[in-house]
């Protein structure tokens, strides 16, 4: 009887055991959306030899197979997928950089802007504008000045390639949800490399021609980047208010309500959403609520119903929408939209409204990330990843106003309404 007791308190003993490393493990790897754990490492350090890459990529195979549920949506057939980049892992992968960007163009490949590896990489820690295909810079930090870089400047080359030619070769390594975040997510990165850290950059300023050679650092030389402020709001004249949500972070709650305050008696209203990729949806839905008329069900749960706050706009409101528009800022877009209560003025987003992002290990340490969830529709039937939201107006920035520090859109809605900037 004591044998038979003893061998039920050791079997329970080690079930806990292995459940506790179970949760462990799910803890750091399937519930890392934050990214706090994520381990990052340059291409020529990654903790991986040449005699494992094959062993490393079957388990991120097996891995992504095995939660990237989208893939069926998007019609695309894992044994395929793996067997071209197999064939490039036997043919074409030599080094660890070579293996590198080989993961970088796979992820790609899985047309999700939430599918990528972890990679660091040398930067001038800016990102340009993108505009009818061309690319400027605007608004430089000082290491681009001090390196000889000037407001307006467009880029013409990159290392001696045209830049649209350079963003066409090099779209097959950066994820988007969409071809055209796909082009827009390849632009954003001229100022990054995660091979070089030099870059040779051909640049019109006015009537001249310049080139510019360009040291990029290690990302650590920058330290944190320091973004744009949350929420940032004015009154554009007597009638029309302003407000830009720049994230959708818990801060930008809190600092959205005293914005609105100001603004809320006025009869026309504009949000500005197209420098918002980052935050949760949930505080997405706190500022909805004051945007709302009727109570009505989130697009990512419908169980989940916002209802309109007491002091809720009563104007007409309009939101301005961009490609950068990403992730919870969607899905506030797409509650706006789904109440009839907005008009949409901008260009398509970028067409990746999800939740259920995790960060996964390879056996030998890359990380990477990925969306876990099946493909979702919202309330009144719009598709959530896969397919940016289309403005009821499109309007695009034009290179003449950008160049005159117009802003083409913002002016669209001023004009409509008579207003003047």
């Not at 399937?30 to 020529?44: A, I, K």
């Not at 419908?302 to 309009?318: E, V």
């Not at 160049?403 to 001023?414: A, M």
């Amino acid at each position: 009887m004591k044998k038979n007791l003893f061998k039920l308190l050791a079997g329970f003993v080690l079930l806990l055991a292995v459940a506790y490393v179970g949760i462990y493990s799910y803890s750091k790897f399937y519930q890392n959306g934050d990214e706090e754990d994520v381990v990052r490492h340059y291409m020529t350090d990654i903790p991986v030899e040449p005699s494992q890459f094959k062993e490393d990529f079957d388990d991120i195979h097996r891995q992504v197979e095995k939660h990237y549920k989208l893939y069926k949506q998007k019609g695309i057939s894992m044994d395929s997928l793996y067997n071209v980049f197999a064939e490039k892992l036997k043919n074409e992968v030599k080094t660890k950089t070579d293996y590198c960007r080989m993961l970088m163009e796979y992820f790609a490949s899985l047309n999700s802007g939430n599918c990528y590896a972890y990679f660091k990489e040398y930067t001038a820690n800016f990102c340009p504008t993108l505009i009818d295909g061309r690319v400027f810079v605007n608004t430089l930090n000082d290491y681009l000045r001090d390196n000889g870089f000037r407001e307006k400047d467009e880029i013409v080359s990159i290392d001696g390639i045209k830049t649209k030619d350079w963003i066409e070769t090099n779209r097959k390594y950066f994820s988007g949800s969409t071809p055209e975040a796909k082009t827009f997510n390849t632009a954003m990165n001229v100022f990054n490399n995660p091979i070089d850290s030099v870059r040779i950059y051909t640049v019109k300023r006015d009537n001249d021609t310049l080139t510019l050679c360009l040291p990029l650092k290690k990302s650590e030389y920058f330290g944190v980047a320091p973004g744009l402020y949350p929420v940032e709001y004015k009154q554009l004249n007597a009638s029309v208010g302003y407000i830009a949500i720049n994230s959708m972070k818990d801060e930008s709650v809190e600092l959205f309500d005293s914005a609105y305050n100001k603004v809320k008696k006025l009869p026309f209203l504009i949000i500005d959403i197209r420098r918002n990729s980052t935050g949760s949806s949930e505080n997405g839905i706190k500022i909805c609520q004051s945007l709302l008329k009727n109570e009505q069900p989130h697009c990512m749960n419908k169980k989940t119903i916002m209802t309109p706050n007491p002091n809720t706009y009563k104007g007409k409101l309009f939101l301005l929408i961009d490609t950068y528009t990403y992730g919870a800022a969607e899905c506030f877009a797409i509650d706006l939209l789904e109440s009839g209560n907005v008009t949409l003025v901008g260009k398509t987003t970028g067409g990746d409204a999800v939740n259920s992002i995790r960060t996964y290990c390879s056996r030998h340490g890359i990380y990477f990330r990925l969306p876990t969830h099946s493909q979702k529709k919202s309330p009144k039937d719009f598709q959530m990843e896969g397919i940016g939201i289309k403005p009821h107006y499109m309007v695009e920035q034009n290179v003449i106003d950008f160049l005159d520090d117009r802003d083409t859109q913002l002016n669209y809605i001023l004009n409509w309404l008579g207003g003047d900037d």
